[in-house]
């Protein structure tokens, strides 16, 4: 069976009476080239265990396991149980759990699933819910390298540099964790049903270390969000919200200690003087 057939796909899901849930994003491939290119692309090889988010239909699923030494896929929705049985239910290499991946210990599942091998996480994430996904896989540390299939705009934005209009609290939190890099763009006439944007396949290569030793990786977040919160206003004002106990002043003095004026703009600043300025918050917020 094809799975990327148009044809194929409605014939197979009137069998099983499926109905495509616009509350669950799903739209499935019908180009055999993209799901085949996105697993050539992630790298995945025999060496490999991989977590896909959301198999679908399991075109892309199929692409994994003929090159994976295991698959766990992870799906939300149980009435593609009996399709994917169909589609991909003759792979001796391949695991389906019925899951919110969201609520799943990733590092326990990835011991238990593979033992012994690489392990990567490969998805083509619903947009409504690709930040959740991507914040649980990337939090975890379980995976050295993620790639998945976002809309075109997040991948932008992911990639984003300091002082662009794209980069973003999201942005820092991805390049913290990971080395994005964006692989291909997909056009909306490779789904059905067809989505209203182009959609990127991005694969963020999981970093073995920080990008930069913090004294509290939970005020580093705190300064980045608090940062940005706020995009029109200067880094003292927007800052003094997300720290009350030191104020305008004690911020304005923790950017001044950092080489920063405190009218700059959060956006300009990159990871490192995030990292330097989150650690000078700390400070003087456990010394007041």
């Excluded at 009137?14 to 739209?27: L, P, R, T, V, Y």
Aim: hydrophobic content about 45%; proline content about 5%; overall charge negative.
């Amino acid at each position: 069976m094809d799975l990327c057939d148009i044809n194929q796909i409605r014939a197979l899901l009137e069998i099983h009476g499926f109905h495509f849930s616009k509350a669950k994003g799903q739209n499935f491939l019908t180009r055999a080239w993209v799901p085949a290119r996105i697993a050539e692309e992630a790298g995945v090889d025999e060496t490999c265990g991989v977590l896909e988010v959301g198999p679908g239909i399991g075109c892309l699923t199929e692409q994994l396991c003929l090159r994976a030494g295991k698959v766990c896929a992870v799906e939300v929705d149980t009435s593609l149980a009996p399709i994917l049985e169909k589609t991909v239910g003759d792979f001796e290499n391949l695991t389906v759990k019925y899951a919110d991946v969201r609520r799943l210990d990733l590092q326990a599942l990835v011991a238990e699933e593979f033992a012994g091998l690489r392990p990567m996480a490969c998805a083509n994430l619903p947009y409504y819910i690709t930040s959740p996904i991507l914040t649980a896989l990337l939090e975890s540390r379980a995976f050295s390298a993620v790639t998945v299939m976002v809309q075109k705009e997040v991948a932008q934005r992911i990639c984003a540099k300091a002082g662009s209009a794209d980069y973003s609290a999201f942005t820092v939190f991805c390049q913290y964790y990971a080395e994005p890099e964006i692989l291909f763009d997909v056009s909306p006439d490779c789904f059905v049903p067809r989505p209203k944007v182009t959609s990127s396949v991005i694969r963020l290569n999981v970093r073995t270390e920080p990008p930069c030793a913090l004294l509290s990786e939970a005020a580093f977040f705190r300064t980045v969000r608090g940062g940005f919160a706020m995009r029109r206003k200067t880094a003292c004002n927007a800052l003094a919200s997300a720290f009350p106990k030191l104020g305008k002043a004690g911020v304005a003095e923790a950017l001044l200690a950092c080489g920063h004026d405190p009218s700059v703009r959060c956006e300009t600043m990159t990871i490192p003087q995030f990292a330097a300025l989150s650690d000078e918050l700390y400070r003087r917020e456990r010394d007041v």
